[in-house]
Nanobody, 126 residues
């Protein structure tokens, strides 16, 4: 059974940092592109970042560029999203999704991902 499990969410003050993890079981995540999405209350889901299969491509939404960093640890079968300089507008439930042998083109709209995690909540508030 394949599972993606997100963790690392929580409550943080503006300007703070969090690191989200997306740990896979049942698949070798190195063969997958992994994307992070988020959905704020009352808003549509939006793509945040994508790390391609083979790690040759990283993509970030304009709203997080320069503040968020996506990375992978194949030994832990985990993809991370390091989030710095957090803003109240980053408040959302964050999801990871995986698609095999994919290079992130159109990651936010054009891909039907094979696997999704259950989400982890991030709240940025003073």
């Amino acid at each position: 059974q394949v599972q993606l499990v997100e963790s690392g969410g929580g409550l943080v003050q503006p300007g703070g940092s969090l690191r989200l993890s997306c740990e896979a079981s049942g698949v070798i995540l190195a063969y997958y592109a992994v994307s992070w999405f988020r959905q704020a209350p009352g808003k549509e889901r939006e793509g945040v970042s994508c790390l391609s299969y083979s790690d040759t491509t990283t993509v970030y939404a304009d709203s997080v560029k320069g503040r968020f960093t996506i990375s992978r640890d194949n030994a832990k079968n985990t993809v991370y999203l390091q989030m710095n300089s957090l803003k109240p507008g980053d408040t959302a439930v964050y999801y990871c999704a995986a698609e095999p042998y994919y290079h992130c083109s159109g990651y936010a709209q054009d891909v039907k991902y094979d696997y999704w995690g259950q989400g982890t909540r991030v709240s940025v508030s003073s």
